[in-house]
C-alpha cells in the first residue's frame, strides 16, 4: 500500500497538493524554483500529506499559446532535498520519457533523497505533439509501456531482473545500493481512461491506481463507474480488489482566479462544503486525492489549510 498513515487523526483519507510547474498555470503567472519550493514548504506547513508534479514536456493546441514546463524528476530530487514529511509523487511519469532500467535507478535515488517518501506514478503518455517535438516514439505506446513496467517493478521490488522484450532489455540488471524501503517506493499505475490493458497491468503490477478529474467530470459521481471497472479488473488478475488503493485528482477553488486550462467544474464552497466533498471521495473507496488548487499560488494553499483543519475533526 501507498506509505504513510492517517490513522493518528480524522482525516478519512490522505490530500495532496499539485504543484504549478507548467507556464501560466500559477493564477496565470509561471512558477519558478523559488516559488514552487515556497509552495512545498507551505503545503508541509498546513499538513499536506504529499506534493506532485506532473510529466509533460510541452503542450500544443491549435489557437494556443504553447505552454512549456518544468522536468518531472529534477523537480522531484528538488522537492525531496528541501522537504521533510510530505509524501513527494509524479502524477503521473509518461513511461516512454525514460529508460526504465534508468528510471528505477533514479527512482531508488529519490527514495534515499527523501527517506522513503517517494510515491512512482507513472503512465503510458498520451500526447503525440510533445512525443514528435522531442523525437520519442508514439506508437504500440501500452505495449512499451506494459515492458518498461515489467522491468520496473522487477528491479524496484527484487533488486534484479533479466528481461529482453521487443522495446527494451534490462540483461542481469541489478540495484546497487538500495534506498530505505527494501522493496522501493509504491508504484501508482495512471489509467484515467480505464481502458481494459491498463487496467490489467495496474491489477498485476501496481501498488495504487490514478486517475485524472478529465476522465470523472471532477465528481464521485464521475468516478464511481471507473472504480468499479478497478474492481473488475483485479478479480480478473486473481487479485483482492482492495489491496489496490484508488487516488483522484479534484480540482478545488478556494478564491478568485484567473482562468485556467483545467477542465471540470471546481469543487468550491465553505471549508466545511468542501471537506465534506473530499469527504465523499473516502466514502467512495479513494485513500488519496491529489488536489488543484485555484488559484495554485501560496495564498491558495494557505486559504486551504482550513479544509484541512475541517478534515481533521472528522
Request: hydrophobic share 40%; proline share 7%.
Amino acid at each position: 500500500m501507498i506509505a504513510g498513515s492517517v490513522s493518528d487523526r480524522a482525516r478519512p483519507l490522505k490530500v495532496g497538493l499539485i504543484l504549478p510547474e507548467t507556464e501560466r498555470q500559477m493564477n496565470g503567472g509561471s512558477a519558478r524554483w523559488g516559488d514552487l519550493r515556497e509552495m512545498a514548504r507551505l503545503g508541509e506547513e498546513i499538513g499536506a500529506d504529499s506534493l506532485w508534479i506532473t510529466d509533460h514536456l510541452i503542450h500544443r493546441v491549435p489557437g494556443e499559446e504553447p505552454r512549456g514546463m518544468w522536468e518531472c524528476w529534477s523537480l522531484i530530487a528538488a522537492l525531496a532535498a528541501v522537504t521533510e514529511r510530505a509524501e513527494i509523487g509524479t502524477l503521473v511519469l509518461c513511461s516512454s520519457f525514460r529508460n526504465p532500467a534508468l528510471l528505477a535507478k533514479m527512482a531508488d535515488t529519490v527514495e534515499e533523497i527523501s527517506n522513503g517518501r517517494l510515491i512512482l506514478g507513472i503512465g503510458a503518455g498520451w500526447n503525440e505533439a510533445e512525443y514528435l517535438a522531442f523525437g520519442y516514439p508514439f506508437d504500440h505506446r501500452v505495449d512499451r509501456f506494459a515492458e518498461a513496467l515489467a522491468i520496473l517493478s522487477g528491479l524496484l521490488r527484487d533488486g534484479h531482473i533479466d528481461f529482453q522484450g521487443t522495446y527494451y532489455s534490462a540483461r542481469d540488471c541489478e540495484l546497487r545500493p538500495r534506498g530505505p524501503r527494501p522493496n522501493g517506493p509504491p508504484i501508482v499505475v495512471g489509467a484515467s481512461a480505464a481502458g481494459p490493458r491498463m487496467l490489467d497491468l495496474a491489477a498485476r503490477y501496481g501498488d495504487g491506481w490514478n486517475t485524472w478529474f478529465s476522465s470523472t467530470g471532477n465528481t464521485v459521481e464521475g468516478l464511481l463507474p471507473l472504480l468499479g471497472k478497478v474492481d473488475t479488473a483485479c478479480e480478473a488478475a486473481g487479485r483482492d480488489p482492495s489491496s489496490l488503493a484508488r487516488s483522484a485528482a479534484v480540482i478545488v477553488a478556494v478564491g478568485p482566479h484567473e482562468p485556467s486550462a483545467m477542465t471540470g467544474p471546481p469543487l468550491t464552497g465553505s471549508p466545511v462544503e468542501i471537506a465534506a466533498g473530499l469527504r465523499a471521495y473516502a466514502d467512495a473507496g479513494v485513500s488519496h486525492i491529489q488536489v488543484w488548487l485555484e488559484p495554485n499560488t501560496p495564498a491558495g494553499i494557505a486559504a486551504f489549510a482550513p479544509v484541512l483543519a475541517e478534515l481533521d475533526r472528522g
